[in-house]
């Protein structure tokens, strides 16, 4: 078993039912999942739903906060084809990622990116990894921009997930030699 994604206060794991009030206190909260592209979680019960699901997609974690013993957020990746380049060989994956408010602004989903980014490019093999935003989203553009990632195209969208209401999102991204510049001999 390859080692999971870890930092000196955070490391990346695999979910648990047990994490299910965890995860429940920042995703019910009315600032996480809309600015992610879904709703609200409205209990327990539901988190744990959420959890199921995570458990059988293999590149979905908890970010586990060491010092508090506590999952604070979730990220993943996915495959990902992107309308940027379609005819591309290169093997392409999209982060997604969430925070619980109360660790916005301490450097925790720029330091999360970073460990995923890290386990893509080294154990997974990506070329390219993407990751995008709605408009509205800020906080995630600068998470996005602190970690190398370069703006590449705009989309307009309806998400059904919110009855169909459209929205503009913006798609980053960044390749494996990107990475590899930005990271220096320390990645090799």
Known sequence: MEAMPKSDRLLLRSWSLEDADDLFEYASKEEVGPNAGWMPHKSVD???????????KKESFAIYL???????GSIGLHHHKSDY???????????????HPSYWGRGIAPEAVELILEHAFLNLDADIIWCG??????????VQEKCGFSYK?????KLKVFGGMDVTSLYYAITKEEYINKKGTEFV
């Open 85 to 99: 380049n379609k005819n591309s060989l290169m093997k392409e994956m999209e982060i997604g990622f969430a925070l």
């Open 66 to 72: 060491l010092g508090e013993n506590k999952v604070i």
């Open 133 to 142: 935003h709605f408009d509205f989203n800020e906080r995630s553009k600068r």
């Open 46 to 56: 539901e988190s744990k739903k959420i959890i199921q699901m995570f458990l059988i």
């Open 153 to 157: 195209l705009t989309k307009q969208e």
